[in-house]
Every structure is written in C-alpha cells, then in structure tokens.
C-alpha cells in the first residue's frame, strides 16, 4: 500500500565515527539501539497500570499470558505429584527437594516443623520444573511455528509430516490463549542469502527489461554480490541475532517516519462501512454506538480477552500491532516524527463545523479507572449536544488540522512555534492524547449500486475530506457523515490495514448484531441528562499561525484536488466462481490486473502487492513482486489472439502458480525487497556506496496494490447475511504517472476495487484502467467457460 510511496528512492545520510576491526562503530550502535528499543516494547508491555479492576484484570492476564501455555492449574498439578510422589515414597526430585529444604534459610521459614519445610521445599522444586516445561514447550511450539511446508502443499495433499505437525501445534496451544500468549513462540524473521534474494530479483526484473538492460543489471548484481554484500549481510545477520525483527524497527522510521511529504493521500489509507445496508440515519445515534464498541474493543484489547489470529485455525500471527492502535498519535518532527503512545486515554476528540470538542467515555470527568463506559445512548447525547451547539469557530480553529495534511517539515515548525505552551498547548494535548478522532461530517455519502459515482465520493471524502477536517496524525480517525454513513481515516506507521480491520469488523458486528437501534433509529436506553457536557477546546491563534495554516491547506489542496478515485463494485461473479477455475482468488485478480495494465497502457510495469510476515515476530509486510515472466507470457498470449483456449489455460495456471508460490515465499520470510532495503540501510550507515542497491531502491512502483482483508473474527456468518458487506478500502496512487488499486473478494459473488491515479498524468485514468479491469477478468473467466449461473 502507501509504504510502497515512500520506499521509491528512499534516502538517508549517517556519517559513519570510524571502523575498528572493519567493524563500524555507527552500525553497531544502531544494532545495539534496535535490541534497547525492542526491549523497551517489552517493559512498556509489562508495565504495572493504575489501580482499578479493570487494571488488576489486566495484570492478572498479564500473568497468564506471561506463562502461557502453563497454567495455575498445571502449577497446581505439579504440586500435587510431588507431594503424593513423597508420601508415596517415591522422590521424583532425585534428591533435589531434599536438598532445597537443607539449604532453606530458617529465618525466611514461618514454622519450623519438619512438615512445613518439606512441603516449602517441595513446592520450590515443582515451580522450578513447571517454569523449565513451560521453557521447553514454548521452545518446541517456536520450532514447530519455523515449518512452513504446510503453506506449500497443494489444497486437499496434505503430507503426513504436515499431519504430524498440525496435531503437535494444536496439542502445545491448546487451552485458552490470550492474545499475546504465542509472541514469544513466535519465530524470528530469518535473513534470505544474499544469492537467493540477487537471483529472485534477477527473475522478477526480467520482464521488464530489454536484454541489454537486464546484461547491465547482471553486471550490478554479480558485483554487489562478490564484493559489497558479503559485509552488509554480516551485520544483518547480527542484527536478527540481537533483536526481534531485522526489519520492522527500520522499516518503521525510514519508510514512514522519516518521510517529510503530506500523510494524507500519500500515506494515510481509508476504510468504508457496510455498503449495502443501513439501520439508522441518525448521525450521532450511529456514532454513539460504535464509539461504545471500539472502547469495548480496546479494553478487551488492553484485557488481551481478544484471540490471536491464526492461520488456518492453529497458526498464530504476530498480534505486537495491535499494541498501538488506540491513544496513539503521530507527533511531527523537522527531519523524522515519532510515534507517541499513551498508556490510558478517557475520551474522544470530535471535530464539527469548524470547532474542537472533548467527550468524556467514561461517568465522571477523573481518572478513577472504576468508572463506567457511557452507554451508547449516553454518547449519542454527547454527539447530539455537538451538533446543536450554535457557537461559531475561533479565529485560525477552522483550518487547523490542514497542518496535519500539508509537509511534515511545516507542522514541526508551526507546532515548536505555536503550540508549546499556554492554552495551544493544553488544547494540542487533548487531541494528541484522545483514545482517537471523530468527525461530526457535514456532507452526506453513501453507496447506491445504481449510482456508480457515489462509491468514488465516498471514497474521496474519506481519503482526504476538505483537507482539514481529518487529523491526519492520530492512528485514526472516525468519520460519521450527515446521512449516519460512517468510514476510517487511518495513518500508516504504527500498524497495517489488517490489524486496522479487526477492529473495524469487530465495530461495525457489534453495532448491527449487538446494540441495535430503537424503531425511530436511536441508541437503545435512556440518556443520563446529567452527564457534563462536552468540553469546547480553546485556541489562541495569532495571524502568523493562521498564515502557516493556510499554507498547509494550499499545499494539501492540490495534492487532493490531484487524486483521481474510481470505485466501483464488479457484479459478474467473485470468490465463488474464481475456485471453479482451480487458482486462488488473489492470483486470478493479480494476473487481471496485469492484462488489464497493459491494455491500458500498452506496456508492464513493477507491480506492487503487499503481503504480511506476521507468521514471525513483529512482521509487517513483503512486496510481492506481480509482474512475472510467467503473468506476461499469458498477458501477451491474451492480445495477440492467435493462441488456442487449450494454451491460454495452461499459461494461465503457470502464472497462477509462479504468483501463489511468490506469496507463499513473500509470507515465509524468503522476499526480496525487505532484504534489499536492510542491506541498503546498512551500506548508508557504514558509508558504502552501491550502485546495484541504489538503483533497486530507485525504481518506482508504477502498479501498486493490495488486497484487503475480511471476515477475520467470525462475528456472523457472511452466507446468512450476504448483505453485510463492507466496500474494503483504499489509498492514494504511489508514483505521479502510476495507479494504486486495492481490492476486496467481498464474499462468493462480488469484488469492489478502488482505484487512484493523477489527474496530472496524461499516461493515467482511474477509471479506463477501471473499464480494463472489468474486462480483463471478464476474459479469463471465459477462458473456463464459467458464467455466473455456473456457481
């Protein structure tokens, strides 16, 4: 997604204090920093919360998931066979119990009889072994996770060793994990040879170059490889010895945090609602309760009382993401932001017509952790008592967030400037520390199948707004329009589309299949009258500041009024029919949308998808590299026209299968582009110059593109209700005469596209690559003679 913008000549400058032992001193420094800050993670992770129950239930889950997958029963059983072993007169201890009770200290002892200290020491003994088997199980659980052949195996040809191996990971994670239980199970990303990673890449640019092109290329390569790469590999190989993740610290400030360009477009994505149905047009009823459900969601988060996601049912996928996406804002910096995080946050920050608000989520405005949440009819009472207000904007208010839409360098400047101190200051930090954003919109957007166009200005009103009604800097922002049609603005560092989609699932289930709404469309209950009411934020803006503001807003403008978004829903056939052609959904659009790219523009491309490596410890994601000798094969079978049904077919099923085997490789950890790009980190802070690395981190992503993620938690059965469906999601293009296209196989009988372009491009239009796109699957299911009557 957006992280491919920022890869696209990526660049940074150390200067390295010198070499010892062609050892460089700033490399290992930044080796040794990557192990102080994952260990950091750690501690925040542990760290004792204020008091309350609910923080008491989260320490006492923090114990459990401490010790998972032993268990105060397992201890207890330990216990017991020790101590029935003795009065069997059996020691199982081999002698240690009664060693333990010779060297106990009398003083530390509260009785002294004999029987006292034996059952002492005999419980030292049993925790001991408890805490060496759940050492060992866990260890056995992490080689069992490091077996990937299962992802390999073709549908319905399971091996007997991948038998063996499901029931020995089903066996060692059986009981209730919580959702951090298996992060210390969790494999390491293990590093690719740097001859593995030359020769994928060699093969993935193939394609795209001419012969004498790809000779040159050949030549950088075979260079790096002999000379430059055997050094940079050394220290990436200690650094997965010394930290989590040998990526995702670097991937996270270099290809996000160390961007100076505007968020909104270029890296912030969106999300959109339940398309196809609605139970209330009520706006702040809508809002009430999905705000109540996604602070269920965090303190179920915070309770880790939510499961892991697993991979066909017993593999489970890094959950470290999740860690952030609440009370969580990006703070601008001149040359690279930060991520701040709070451990607590009790409101909301709400924009409407111009005006900032603060509404409490909890009774009572303190923070005593044993309040209650409001009820949903209490927020919608807030959010009405918002709309009601009459008062107008303070002079500079209405435009402020455009800050967080323009450049970075200019909102770091405007922020040390204006807002370090006084009520600036105190009205910042109630934005910044708000569990997240919503928006109180004034337009109305929704999707009418019969409209086409409405789905694209939904989209566009949730990629970018007006320019200042997002606050692009907070890990979301809620958007609730007039017509109660609701959608996500995210920001991108602090986790990945999945993780944001958990949520999201979980809100909007819970709101249609839990809360519900009255017969006039109101939250159900009865407010409490007497709740505070919302709380107006006070600015004091001078007109200095309202010159920067208006800067950012010219800046943001353009870059807004530059995004060309075509979305569109594809009628004919989805997941359903895609299987009767025997390949995988996402390989069967992939390959579409490389036939569908060359017709539009008569050549290929570097094409983008992103792909996750959660299966390993604080994964994010892999590109996979679509474009493939075998894809264009097909494609250039396709418009020639001369070949037979019988050949397409096959040269379909060769590409099918060259992109599943790619994802698969993209998911195990045996990519090419994260390899590359921590190579080419650490040739930068050993002051290496590689002219191979230069160029592959040089070239753009003209095709960018990403699958969205659904149905990840099960709340209700998509066959039941096939109408709940959301539209999927999407982002701005990634290079200025390239297309970014994210897609959605939204159940067995539809696909929802999103795609974005510039207008300022003469090689680009959303919505003829849209047309192609329609085509191009319409071909390829022909080639099989399926029809949507045939599913």
């Not at 009774?363 to 044993?370: H, I, M, V």
């Not at 006070?538 to 010219?554: G, H, L, N």
Request: glycine share 6%.
């Amino acid at each position: 997604m957006a992280e491919a913008h920022q890869a696209v000549a990526f660049q940074f400058t150390v200067t390295p204090d010198g070499f010892d032992f062609r050892l460089s001193r700033e490399a290992l420094k930044h080796l040794y920093l990557t192990e102080i800050n994952a260990w950091k993670k750690r501690l925040i992770r542990i760290k004792v919360r204020p008091g309350g129950l609910l923080a008491y239930s989260c320490q006492q889950n923090g114990i459990l998931r401490g010790v998972y997958p032993g268990s105060p029963t397992s201890w207890l059983a330990v216990v017991m066979a020790t101590v029935g072993s003795s009065y069997c007169n059996v020691d199982i201890s081999n002698g240690l119990v009664y060693y333990i009770q010779k060297h106990l200290p009398e003083r530390y002892v509260p009785y002294q009889t004999p029987q006292t200290r034996a059952l002492v020491s005999m419980a030292i003994f049993s925790t001991g072994v408890w805490i060496v088997g759940i050492f060992f199980f866990r260890q056995t659980l992490k080689l069992l996770l490091s077996y990937h052949g299962w992802m390999f195996e073709m549908h319905g040809q399971t091996s007997r060793s991948t038998k063996v191996w499901a029931a020995c990971v089903r066996l060692l994670s059986s009981g209730r994990p919580m959702l951090y239980s298996f992060q210390t199970s969790l494999p390491k990303l293990p590093v690719p040879s740097v001859q593995a990673t030359i020769q994928r890449y060699l093969e993935s640019v193939r394609p795209l170059l001419d012969d004498k092109k790809y000779q040159r290329m050949e030549i950088l390569a075979k260079e790096f490889q002999d000379k430059t790469a055997p050094r940079l590999q050394k220290y990436l190989v200690l650094k997965s010895w010394w930290a989590t993740n040998y990526v995702s610290d670097w991937w996270e400030e270099y290809i996000y945090l160390r961007g100076r360009n505007p968020l909104m477009v270029n890296s912030n994505y969106y999300a959109m609602d339940f398309v196809l149905i609605k139970n209330t047009d009520v706006q702040a009823a809508r809002l009430g309760n999905i705000v109540h459900a996604m602070i269920t969601y965090r303190r179920k988060l915070d309770r880790e009382d939510i499961k892991p996601v697993m991979a066909l049912g017993i593999v489970p996928m890094c959950s470290n993401q999740m860690e952030r996406m609440f009370n969580t804002t990006r703070i601008p910096g001149k040359e690279t932001d930060v991520l701040q995080h709070f451990n607590e946050s009790r409101h909301v920050a709400v924009y409407h017509k111009g005006r900032f608000f603060k509404v409490w989520l909890y009774e009572g405005s303190n923070l005593l952790k044993g309040s209650n949440l409001l009820k949903p009819r209490d927020l919608e009472l807030q959010f009405q008592r918002i709309l009601d207000d009459p008062s107008p904007p303070q002079p500079g208010e209405e435009r402020l967030a455009a800050l967080t839409a323009g450049g970075r360098v200019e909102w770091a400047q405007a922020r040390q400037t204006f807002f370090s101190s006084g009520k600036n200051r105190a009205a910042l930090d109630a934005i910044e520390r708000a569990a997240f954003f919503v928006v109180l919109d004034e337009e109305s957007h929704s999707y009418d199948p019969d409209n086409e166009a409405s789905l694209s200005l939904y989209g566009k009103a949730l990629l970018h707004g007006n320019c200042y009604n997002r606050w692009f800097d907070k890990s979301f922002t809620l958007v609730a329009f007039k017509n109660a049609q609701l959608g996500l603005n995210t920001e991108h560092s602090w986790a990945d589309a999945p993780v944001m989609g958990h949520l999201w699932e979980f809100a909007l289930g819970t709101d249609i299949f839990h809360l519900g709404y009255t017969e006039t469309g109101h939250c159900v209950g009865k407010p409490n009258l007497t709740l505070t009411p919302p709380q107006r934020l006070q600015w004091d803006i001078p007109e200095r500041c309202q010159a920067a503001i208006e800067s950012s807003y010219q800046v943001a403008k353009a870059l807004a009024d530059d995004v060309e978004l075509y979305c569109f829903q594809f009628f004919p056939f989805g997941k359903g029919l895609i299987k009767k052609c025997r390949t995988s959904p996402d390989a069967f659009v992939q390959i579409a949308l490389q036939l569908a790219h060359f017709r539009d523009k008569g050549k290929f491309c570097l094409t983008y998808e992103a792909s996750m490596t959660r299966l390993f410890r604080e994964g994010r994601t892999e590109t996979v590299r679509s474009c493939t000798n075998e894809s264009t094969a097909f494609v250039k079978a396709m418009v020639q026209g001369s070949h037979t049904k019988a050949d397409l077919q096959n040269l379909f099923r060769k590409a099918s299968e060259k992109h599943q085997n790619l994802y698969r490789l993209a998911m195990t950890g045996a990519g090419i582009d994260r390899h590359l790009f921590c190579l080419y980190v650490v040739s930068k802070y050993l002051g290496v110059s590689s002219p191979f690395l230069a160029e592959v981190l040089s070239e753009p992503w003209r095709l960018s593109t990403s699958q969205t993620a659904q149905f990840q938690i099960g709340m209700f059965d998509p066959k039941k209700y096939p109408n709940h469906l959301g539209a999927g999601g999407g982002f701005g293009p990634v290079a200025d005469d390239g297309y970014g296209v994210s897609y959605m196989i939204a159940g067995e009988n539809t696909i929802f596209f999103h795609i974005s372009s510039k207008f300022s491009s003469s090689e680009t239009n959303a919505q003829r690559f849209g047309n192609h796109i329609r085509q191009a699957l319409l071909d390829i299911a022909d080639l099989f003679k399926v029809s949507k009557a045939d599913s």
